[in-house]
């Protein structure tokens, strides 16, 4: 990929979660925010709404983070366990998926609370990533679902786990909205800028080659 479009990449993502965790926290934490439109603090809400945007560059910098590891750990794998790399990634997305129920449950669920809860944000998760790897599979291959999957079910929870941990809600969701956009956008739209890349040098180089021509 060129500069110039590994820039433009980075910066929609950029936009992308700042915008979506502007709009979406206000929406997930109104409680605390309501009283500044109900007092109509324009200033107030404006800037909350700059914090939120702030607050979701970082959300989509964790992203991007996430993704090119993403991409280093996929091509390790598919050397390491060659054919079998596939089969791999499954049972790890089993295994994450399993260990976000079950562990979190362990460790959060009060007196009697019900697992529910805590299947759903697992399930929708995994709803979320495969819609994503549905696209993707459509977009190049159906080879490549397994590993769209692989990526927006486990490297999306690792890049969760800084407010899984302490288990605030409201950073819970706060957070898990952006990095899905984020993620799919990185892994939906990565060939459409590899391919703009490869027409730029392909271009560059013909225009070369023809000034050579004229000489």
């Not at 560059?57 to 991007?64: G, N, P, R």
């Not at 390491?80 to 998926?97: E, G, H, M, R, T």
């Amino acid at each position: 990929m060129t500069i110039r479009n590994l820039i433009k990449f980075l910066f929609n993502s950029l936009i992308l979660g700042g915008l979506i965790t502007g709009i979406l926290g206000f929406i997930i934490r109104w409680s605390e925010f309501q009283p500044y439109f109900a007092e109509v603090k324009i200033g107030a809400i404006l800037s909350t709404f700059i914090w939120l945007v702030g607050v979701g560059f970082i959300f989509a910098v964790v992203s991007q983070v996430g993704f090119f590891a993403y991409l280093f750990i996929h091509q390790f794998g598919l050397g390491l366990f060659k054919s079998i790399w596939n089969a791999v990634q499954l049972v790890l997305v089993v295994f994450v998926l399993f260990d976000l129920i079950y562990f979190r449950f362990q460790a959060f669920a009060g007196e009697g609370e019900s697992l529910i809860p805590y299947i759903g944000l697992a399930l929708f998760i995994l709803v979320a990533a495969l819609v994503v790897a549905f696209f993707k599979a459509k977009m190049t291959n159906r080879n490549i679902f397994v590993s769209a999957l692989f990526f927006m079910v486990v490297v999306t929870i690792l890049e969760w786990l800084p407010v899984l941990r302490p288990n605030d809600e409201s950073w819970i969701y706060l957070m898990i909205f952006p990095l899905i956009a984020c993620n799919a956008y990185q892994i939906l739209m990565l060939p459409k800028y590899n391919r703009l890349s490869a027409e730029e040098r392909a271009k560059k180089t013909s225009n070369i080659q023809n000034k050579k021509a004229t000489r």
